[in-house]
Nanobody
């Protein structure tokens, strides 16, 4: 199970930190991602960390502004989002996979940038 939190309404240029609490599986064994869906648009993977060394990768639109991290001791994934823009408005989901399609999805948390 994945449960996201931390979304909300923020002004242009503001910051938010999303959290995703994992349970029921071995968190450290899974690659973890943040995926967002803006109204009327397809799902977009914005950031991921690998299962082995937790190396991070980012989509171009968020590079330099977002930071993904994972705490294996707390079974929690984070997304620090800075310099937020209106185009970052979306529902943000966390997802866990073993190298293919996600095995687990969270319920999503809304981020709105005004």
């Amino acid at each position: 199970q994945l449960v996201e939190s931390g979304g909300g309404l923020v002004q242009l240029g503001g910051s938010l930190r999303l959290s995703c609490a994992a349970s029921g599986f071995t968190f450290s064994s899974y690659a973890m991602s943040w995926v967002r869906q803006a109204p009327g648009k397809e799902l977009e993977r914005v950031a991921s960390i690998s299962s082995n060394n937790r190396s991070a990768s980012y989509a171009d639109p968020v590079k330099g502004r977002f930071t993904i991290s994972g705490d294996n001791a707390k079974n929690t994934l984070y997304l620090q989002m800075n310099s937020l823009k209106p185009e970052d408005t979306a529902v943000y989901y966390c997802a866990a996979d073993l190298g293919g399609d996600p095995n687990y999805w969270g319920q999503g948390t809304q981020v709105t940038v005004s």
